[in-house]
Each structure stands twice: as structure tokens, then as C-alpha cells.
């Protein structure tokens, strides 16, 4: 049975006066388990960032309460939370080398010179830094910089690792294997670690669960995978997939057994009222104007459907992107082999109705994923 | 790199030459006047060519001022220690007082912050003659005339905001997080400012509180009003060469050079933190 190192009780962040000042994060309530890696997902200005600072306990909480290993810590200053923390802005200490920088935790903590060299070499070593410790901060680039910032956190022991855009300086090679190490180092020491990204493939690969959050409020805290296939609202379906979710304005209405979808430009896409569960039919059918949402690789060409004109069509080598114009707007489509069309070339368009994603045109939030019910 | 030809070159070295001519005249002048007795000093046309003596400075360390109408009693050397005893006090005090304030000024935003160190920088513009003459009275009152605890005092109107707006400029310029990244690692803000901000800021405190220690010296009027012979500064004692029987200016000369000796050689030796703290972003981020 794991327990919860962390949980976030309706916190609010206020830059400014509480209710008056820039309300950066808005009523985030979530829960982390012990040896669990969590990212926060989001667009800048989002409030990822503020929160994990208000965990750290560099900015206060204006409202709501921070558990953490089974102590309320909010009101408590940093020194007292027990969490490690790698910072985007990397912050080595200046005056002292790599070494000195990674080991500055665990020598003010008297553990032996040994043992401390040995943590050293074991941490530089899984990330590629073991050139450059008896450098200063000050020479090296941004990426040594931030794998010295990460090695100093990584290193420490701690409640909770807290790890703010922790591979954003480094190149994509380099992030892939390191992304592979990293999650293997903190999931065989049994760590927590919660890491603030931007990157989506890098939340994908390296988190156990993703929080996505958007103006400062938590969208949805769920797994890549459920993330992916029961995405809670409109934000999170188009922020997470590359390329992004299809999203259509359409009216739903039913006749003599079918349900069609009514699309711009007298485009219908057209079901068996048996293709989605009685509920989730009626819940389409009552709303009338709904927004289906569609991932790129669940747009297929078949031979017969609407017809969509190709506007592009792009080999990445492992993939083809295209985009065709459909229904008065741009739909694209991944096929996961080279497609061999033109531009100017028509094609039919098929989408199962597994596949389609129905969310609340005006609040956005999700009726149905497929036959179910969101 | 622009192209100098040789007739730039040596038209500028004429102009820096003019300029450190004009400048550096009057120290010179001063230096001369300090080796020669009154008669030389004064005739008329002045002449560089002259009989050296170290009289004057021999009247100055010995104490005593033989002059036409007898000799005369100069504590020259009790101004000097006087100097260098406030200068230095008023810097401490001000060191101790003001890097914190500073710290606090730059790190944390409470209410009122801007407006609490705009204030402590408004004491400098005020005209000191302003402020003396009840400050006079409140200290005549309270007993702190004549003291050098009164005195220190009033130095830190000069010292005080000089430091807080330097120091805390250069606390601003730390990243905040290094201090962050600090803190995380189990340690108090007290320990933070004491092992990350104080040493990265140090160029800047060095160089404030050279500059500090330069104004606090130079200062004239806190002391000729505030302190009476025994507790005066150099700058106030020499008015002690203006005598019944005429301005001795050998022995102002001499003193001059005297009380810029310790200056001069603090300014030399601090050159490096000078220049290094008065130029901003020394930390690199």
C-alpha cells in the first residue's frame, strides 16, 4: 500500500494582494504517491512553475493547505520541508567547482569524504558530467550548467524531488538517453519527484502521471495513457498529441436508426445510433451543438466518406503528416507509412466512432470518448 | 578596432597629458608648499626652485608650532587618530546596519520598502546645515555633543545610505534562486545571507564602504559644529594653522598631504574592488 508523500489541498497562488493580485494558480487539489514521478504539464504562464515553487516553499501559498510526508508544510520555510530541487535558472553556487556544487548537501551534512566522492562519481556518471566537476559554474554552457543542477538535487536525499524544466537546455540526443537514466535512477531508489516541463514528450516518457494545467488550473491528473485516450476537456485533448487533436464545430441529430454528424460545409459524418451507448447518444442528441475531436492518426482514407483536398503532405521518415481541407477547415492525418498522394489530389475520409471524442461546445468539458461516456 | 594614425596618437597623448596637468597641479602645488616655510611660499613671482625643509612636518608630528609671535600648542596628530578612528567606526556601524538592510531591501517586498529606502537616500539630499543646528540642541540635551558616539551618529548620514543603495543593488543582481537552491539544501535564511549572499556580494560592499570611508573623512561641517578640540577630525584641525599671527601654509600644506595618506593608500590597495564593485554585474547569472 503506497502512500500519499504529497497532497495539495485547494491551493490558490496570488501575485498581488489574495483576491485582488494575479491569480497564478487557482484551486489545485491533487495527490502524490510515494515513488511516483509526476509531471506538470503546461504552456508558459500556466502556474506549473508556481506551484512546485510553493511546495518548495519559495513563494508563499495564499490559500489552501501543502501536505507533505504526512506534515503540513505551507507555513514552514524551505529549510524545514525536507525537498530537493533542481532549478531551470540552473543557480550553481558561483564561487565553487562542479564537485563542490554537487556534493555542497551532503558534505554539510558530515556524511564521509568516500562516500561523498562516490555519490559524486556515481550521479556525474549517469549524467555524462564527470569531465567537466572540477570546472566552474561560470565556464560551462547551458546544458552542463543544467546537468550539474540536476546532479546537486538528484543527489540529496529528500521527501520529494522537485525538478523545474530539468532537460530544457539539452540537446535531443542527449535528452533521450539521459530521460532513460534519469527515470531509471529515481524509480530504483524508490524516489518522488515531481518535474515541471513544457514538453510533452518528455512528460509522456518520463511520468507515471501527468497534471496539465492551464491558466492556472489543473485541467486533468491522469496517466499519459488515459491522458491520451479520455482527455478530460477540449484543453487537454488539443494540448496533448503531436500533431494535435482535429477539432470540428458540428450538430448532432438522429433519424431512423443513425446518428449524423453535421460538419461546415454540408460535410456529415454518418453512425449507427448502436455505435455509441443509449447515454451517451442522448447526451449528444440534448445538447444539439457539441465539438468533435479527433486524433490525427484516427483519420483515415477509405474509398468512400466526404471528400477532403490534400494541401500538404510531409514524410518524416517514420510517418506522413497530411493536411487535407475538410469541412471548411484543415484536418490532418498520420499515416504510419509513406502515403503516396498529391497535393490537389481528393481523398474520402473515414472516422470510426470509437474514435471520436465529443466534448460541451461551451464549457469544452468532454461528453463522450468513443461508445462511452467521458 | 578603429585605425589610429601616430598624429592621433600624439595629439590625443597632449590632450590626457593637458588634462592630468590641470588636475593633478594643485596636489603638486601642495606637495612643493609642504617643504617650504611661509617666506618662500609667499613670494612673489612663485618659483619651484627652493631650500627643502621638513619643518613643517616636524611641527606637526612634534606637536608644537613655532611661529613669529611665539610658539603654539597643535594637536595635529590627535586629529589625524580622530579621523581615522570616526572614518573607520562610522563605516563599521554603517557595514553592520546597512548590508543587512540592504539584504532586506533587495530580497524581500514588504509594505513600504521603497519608501523606507528612498527616505534613508533623501538624508543626502538634504544641505547638512539643515539639519545641525537643532540636531545641536537634541544632542546638547541629550548629551551626545562632544562625544564620538554623537559623532558616529551623525556619520551615518553620510555612510548609511551610501552603503544600503550600492550593497543592495548588488544583492538584487544575485539570482534569487542560488540562494533558493541554498535554502532547499537545509539551511536558515540567516545562514543563506551569511554563506551565499554576503560573499557574492562583497565586491560591492568593499567598494561601498571604501566610498563610505572617503565621504565619512572628508566630511567637515557634522564635526567643526559637533566636536570640540579633542575629538575633532583633520579636516576640522586644520583650520588650527589660521593663527593671530597669520595663515601658516606650510603647515597646511603638510597636513593636507598628511590626511590624504591614508585615503590615497586605501583607494590604491581597493582600486581592484572599486572598479569591479562599482561596475555592475560582476555575478554572473
Not at chain 1, 566537476?133 to 522537485?162: E, V
Not at chain 1, 449507427?272 to 442528441?285: C, Y
Not at chain 1, 490532418?332 to 466512432?353: K, N
Not at chain 2, 546645515?129 to 545641536?136: A, H, I
Request: proline fraction near 5%; hydrophobic fraction near 50%.
Amino acid at each position: 500500500m503506497t502512500e500519499s508523500v504529497l497532497r495539495l489541498e485547494n491551493i490558490d497562488k496570488f501575485y498581488g494582494p489574495v483576491g485582488l493580485g494575479v491569480h497564478a494558480v487557482r484551486d489545485v487539489s491533487m495527490e502524490v504517491e510515494e515513488g511516483d514521478i509526476i509531471a506538470l504539464l503546461g504552456s508558459s504562464g500556466c502556474g506549473k512553475t508556481s506551484t512546485l515553487r510553493m511546495i518548495a516553499g519559495f513563494e508563499e501559498t495564499s490559500r489552501g493547505k501543502i501536505h507533505l510526508a504526512g506534515r503540513e508544510v505551507q507555513k514552514l520555510p524551505p529549510v524545514r520541508r525536507h525537498v530537493a530541487m533542481a532549478f531551470e535558472g540552473y543557480s550553481l553556487y558561483p564561487t565553487v567547482n562542479v564537485r563542490d556544487n554537487i556534493a555542497f548537501a551532503l558534505k554539510a551534512a558530515r556524511l564521509p569524504a568516500a562516500e561523498v566522492a562516490a555519490k559524486v562519481q556515481e550521479v556525474a556518471e549517469m549524467l555524462e558530467i564527470t569531465d567537466i566537476l572540477d570546472r566552474s559554474p561560470n565556464s560551462l554552457s547551458g546544458g552542463q550548467q543544467q546537468r550539474a543542477s540536476l546532479a546537486r538535487a538528484l543527489i540529496r536525499d529528500a521527501d520529494l524531488y522537485l525538478l523545474d524544466e530539468p532537460m530544457g537546455q539539452l540537446e535531443p540526443q542527449l535528452r533521450t538517453l539521459l530521460r532513460g537514466r534519469i527515470k531509471f535512477f529515481i524509480k530504483e531508489r524508490g524516489m518522488t519527484a515531481i518535474l515541471v516541463t513544457h514538453d510533452q514528450t518528455e512528460a509522456n516518457a518520463l511520468a507515471d502521471k501527468i497534471a496539465v494545467m492551464e491558466e492556472g488550473v489543473l485541467q486533468q491528473y491522469a496517466t499519459p495513457a488515459e491522458i491520451k485516450d479520455r482527455p478530460a476537456n477540449l484543453f487537454t485533448g488539443t494540448f496533448v498529441g503531436e500533431p494535435p487533436m482535429n477539432v470540428f464545430p458540428v450538430t448532432a441529430a438522429a433519424s431512423g436508426g443513425r446518428l449524423s454528424i453535421a460538419l461546415a460545409d454540408g460535410v456529415v459524418l454518418d453512425y449507427a445510433e448502436s455505435d455509441f451507448a443509449a447515454e451517451v447518444r442522448d447526451r449528444i442528441l440534448t445538447r444539439g451543438d457539441v465539438m468533435i475531436g479527433v486524433r490525427p492518426y484516427a483519420v483515415h482514407r477509405s474509398e468512400t466518406g466526404p471528400t477532403a483536398t490534400i494541401q500538404a503532405n510531409q514524410w518524416l521518415g517514420d510517418q506522413s503528416h497530411i493536411a487535407a481541407s475538410f469541412a471548411g477547415q484543415t484536418v490532418v492525418l498520420v499515416e504510419h507509412h509513406r502515403a503516396d498522394v498529391a497535393i490537389g489530389e481528393p481523398i474520402s475520409i473515414r472516422v470510426d466512432a470509437h474514435d471520436l471524442h465529443v466534448f460541451d461546445a461551451e464549457t469544452g468539458m468532454a461528453i463522450s470518448h468513443g461508445p462511452e461516456l467521458a | 578596432m578603429e585605425h589610429t594614425s601616430t598624429l592621433e596618437k600624439a595629439l590625443r597623448g597632449v590632450a590626457i597629458t593637458c588634462v592630468i596637468l590641470f588636475f593633478m597641479f594643485p596636489i603638486f602645488w601642495i606637495v612643493l608648499m609642504s617643504f617650504q616655510t611661509n617666506e618662500t611660499i609667499l613670494r612673489v613671482p612663485p618659483s619651484i626652485i627652493f631650500d627643502p625643509t621638513i619643518q613643517n612636518y616636524v611641527a606637526l608630528i612634534t606637536g608644537r608650532l613655532e611661529t613669529s609671535a611665539g610658539s603654539l600648542e597643535i594637536n595635529f596628530m590627535s586629529n589625524l587618530w580622530n579621523s581615522l578612528f570616526l572614518s573607520s567606526a562610522s563605516v563599521a556601524v554603517g557595514l553592520i546596519l546597512g548590508v543587512p538592510a540592504a539584504y532586506a531591501f533587495g530580497r524581500l517586498k514588504f509594505r513600504g520598502s521603497e519608501d523606507i529606502a528612498f527616505t534613508l537616500l533623501s538624508f543626502r539630499f538634504a544641505p547638512p546645515l539643515l539639519v545641525l543646528l537643532p540636531l545641536t540642541i537634541y544632542f546638547q540635551q541629550i548629551g551626545l555633543a562632544d562625544t564620538y558616539f554623537g559623532l558616529i551618529w551623525v556619520y551615518q548620514l553620510i555612510v548609511l545610505p551610501l552603503i544600503l543603495w550600492i550593497v543592495r543593488g548588488y544583492f538584487e543582481d544575485i539570482p534569487a534562486d542560488i540562494e533558493n537552491a541554498y535554502r532547499v539544501a537545509g539551511h536558515s535564511w540567516f545562514s543563506t545571507f551569511r554563506k551565499v549572499a554576503l560573499p557574492l556580494a562583497m565586491p560591492g560592499i568593499a567598494a561601498a564602504g571604501l566610498l563610505a570611508f572617503i565621504f565619512a573623512w572628508n566630511n567637515f561641517i557634522f564635526a567643526l559644529v559637533l566636536a570640540s578640540a579633542d575629538k575633532q577630525p583633520v579636516t576640522v584641525g586644520a583650520l588650527a594653522f589660521v593663527t593671530a599671527s597669520g595663515i601658516q601654509y606650510g603647515q597646511v600644506a603638510a597636513g593636507v598631504v598628511l590626511s590624504i595618506l591614508p585615503t590615497l593608500a586605501l583607494a590604491l590597495y581597493a582600486q581592484r574592488y572599486l572598479v569591479e564593485g562599482l561596475s555592475l554585474g560582476a555575478v554572473k547569472g
